[in-house]
């Protein structure tokens, strides 16, 4: 990689590194090792270096499709090209960003055959692969008693053990046998589960989430020349929140990256999400697998107090397998963290409202103060406290906006217009319409599935069904519609969608909000009209579903609100005003947890880390929170503190802990 040029243009890139970075964040940026690994953090400014590293890339010349760039979320890769643009003046096309899923998708799309697809394929959301796991659970009726369907059934479990042992790249047998022990006696079914689920999608022309990272590892992996062709491609890989990587995704980096720099960057001290098989040791290993690393810690914290720091340090210092550091602060010193117990948990509540009004009097807004817990349950009586005190929230954890019904049955109907061999698409559609119920639709797919395409042999009326006939005569009408106004304008489909016979049902069937659910809607096509083609849409929609969340009470954004949420759901999130509730033993750490010590601690350092100025830490000495009274006592987090990291409330004196 060629020196910095010494012209006056030149020079004043480099005097905007050198004021804007600060000297972890400059070594960082303007490293040259083919492995480095940047240890960030929470509040040091990660995103800042990972963009600033990427504007550096191009600067040097670095042909921008050689880089590619893996997010969490495709709004940071769009945040992050839009910044690089900022600090350049331009953004040259080419650069390859987004996250894993999407990235994933991408390839597929351009390799299909090779995958066993076509490029239109479907994406599968959970409650997707639940109806069709749901179909082949049917199709095993005689082998599973009532009961033992129900056990299946409930919470999913079925669709989360094949996921789960997928995403740990472990056996299905293996992980059944390590992880649900009351499951092992149907280790032959779940086999037997798993090769038709992959056959239903094969004929769907589908791929799940899962498949997105797994057949894109199987496709480099079976494909000597593709994987080389992308190890080439990929000079620079780049990839931001390692610590929150699973198995899957872990080789496909290694592999990518055998010839390439890769950098790194996140916090093992942020590692919160092993339920979702995120692996600590994935960030902790690299430089095992790298042994030239580079390893820079940013440890220089912009957000809070030293006294909140302090805190925060005190507290993940008692986890053993870790990159140890220390953050500093550039804020001058505040007020220490208030530990408050109470004598029970309706009194924890009361405190918390009365000191949240009480914040509110000295001018602080609300929407700069947050309420953080383990588990959504632990609000419940916070929440009676704040509507009697008539404070506005917002609860965040809740339905994602694709799983709501109305939003599903949009991207129904679309999916069939972009692959019209989407069973479940065609089965949810239809079951809307009068006289075409389960088995109607099972005799209308049987005949329509023996087309090369099912879509045009539905609107040229190749398929006349005896049963269901006038609602198959209007589905198959608004099909002809929609077919006619091409893919390119989404948000004209969707607004066709609502103009259709569709709209009578949608009012039919929620008369309570049946404004609300078409406002949901208008937003919808209003989202729609970013993208350039149908399939874009639907796979940027699909992917990034996760993030699009409505909360439990329905407030104007422009409303100054509270927020209410679990520690998962704040993570790179920040408030002036933190209250974490809750820290009772059995609650916080939970009894489960209590398993993996050492993540709970870090989900408690992630929770008071989000706090700029004020963190108030909340327990009680009677919890009758769930079933009966409960006497866990104060939180083995609040025990291990030194005593110097916190003031007590009124009721508690120094030797209380």
């Known amino acids: 990689m060629k020196e910095f040029p010494r012209n006056k243009k030149d020079n004043d890139w480099y005097k905007r590194l050198k004021e804007e970075l600060n000297p972890e964040q400059y070594l960082f940026v303007t490293q040259r090792s083919s492995a480095i690994l940047g240890i960030a953090g929470p509040g040091s400014g990660k995103t800042r270096a990972l963009t600033y590293r990427v504007a550096n890339l191009l600067y040097e010349n670095v042909p921008p499709e050689k880089i590619l760039l893996v997010t969490f979320t495709n709004k940071a890769a769009e945040e992050m090209k839009k910044r690089v643009k900022e600090i350049l003046g331009y953004l040259p096309t080419g650069l390859w960003a987004g996250t894993f899923h999407s990235i994933g998708a991408r390839v597929l799309r351009r390799h299909a055959l090779l995958a066993g697809r076509e490029a239109n394929f479907s994406i599968l959301d959970e409650d997707d692969r639940e109806r069709m796991l749901k179909s082949i659970l049917a199709a095993l009726k005689l082998k599973l008693a009532p009961k033992e369907k129900d056990l299946f059934l409930k919470k999913r479990v079925a669709g989360k053990i094949l996921s789960l042992s997928r995403n740990s790249n472990t056996e299905l047998g293996t992980y059944i046998e390590n992880n649900n022990a009351e499951m092992v006696k149907y280790i032959p079914l779940f086999r037997e589960m798993e090769t038709l689920y992959e056959e239903k999608k094969r004929l769907a022309n589908a791929f799940d989430f899962d498949d997105l990272l797994i057949r894109w590892l199987k496709l480099l992996e079976e494909n000597e020349h593709l994987k080389k062709y992308y190890q080439e491609q990929f000079e620079h890989i780049l990839v931001d929140e390692y610590q929150d990587t699973n198995a899957i995704q872990d080789r496909l980096i290694l592999l990518l990256g055998e010839k390439s720099s890769i950098c790194l960057v996140g916090d093992d001290a942020q590692s919160i999400y092993s339920f979702r098989c995120a692996e600590i040791g994935n960030i902790l290993n690299f430089p095992e697998h790298k042994p030239s690393c580079t390893i820079v810690k940013l440890i220089r914290n912009y957000r809070s107090i030293p006294e909140i720091l302090e805190l925060a340090n005190c507290s993940i210092a008692q986890n053993r397998n870790q990159f140890p550091k220390e953050l500093q602060t550039i804020r001058p010193s505040g007020e220490k963290p208030q530990v408050f117990l109470a004598k029970n948990n309706l009194e924890e509540a009361n405190f918390i409202a009365d000191k949240i009004l009480e914040l509110y009097d ?296």
């Open 362 to 657: 000295e001018g602080e807004e609300l929407n700069q103060i947050a309420v953080l817990y383990r588990s959504s349950y632990l609000s419940q009586e916070l929440e009676m406290a704040l509507l009697r005190r008539a404070i506005p929230y917002l609860t965040f954890g809740g339905l994602k906006f694709l799983q709501r019904a109305h939003i599903k049955d949009i991207i129904a109907w679309l999916k069939i217009i972009e692959n019209p061999r989407d069973e479940l698409s065609w089965q949810r559609i239809a079951l809307m319409h009068n006289g075409i119920g389960e088995a109607t639709f099972q005799d209308i797919w049987a005949l329509l599935r023996a087309f090369p395409d099912p879509l045009e042999a539905a609107i040229q009326e190749k398929v006349s069904p005896r049963r269901g006939a006038k609602g198959w005569k209007i589905l198959t009408t608004t099909l002809r519609q929609l077919t006619a106004a091409g893919k390119e304008n989404v948000s004209y489909l969707i607004q066709a969608i609502m103009e259709s016979p569709y709209k009578e049902y949608l009012a039919q069937k929620y008369p309570e909000d049946y404004i609300e659910r078409s406002m949901g809607i208008e937003r919808l096509a209003a989202y729609g009209a970013r993208f350039a083609s149908l399939q874009e849409f639907l796979e940027s929609f699909l992917l990034e579903e996760t993030l699009i969340v409505e909360s439990v009470k329905e407030e104007k954004p422009e409303n100054d609100y509270l927020t209410l949420s679990t520690i998962h759901s704040a993570k790179g999130k920040e408030w002036k005003t933190i209250f974490l509730i809750g820290l009772n033993e059995g609650r916080f750490p939970s009894s489960p947890g209590s398993k993996n010590l050492d993540e709970e601690r870090r989900l408690f350092y992630v929770a008071v880390t989000r706090a700029k100025d004020n963190l108030f830490l909340t327990c009680a000495e009677d919890d009758f929170r769930g079933w009966g009274n409960y006497f866990g006592g104060p939180s083995v987090f609040l025990k291990e503190l030194p005593l110097h990291c916190y003031e007590c409330s009124e009721r508690m004196d120094e030797n209380y802990f």
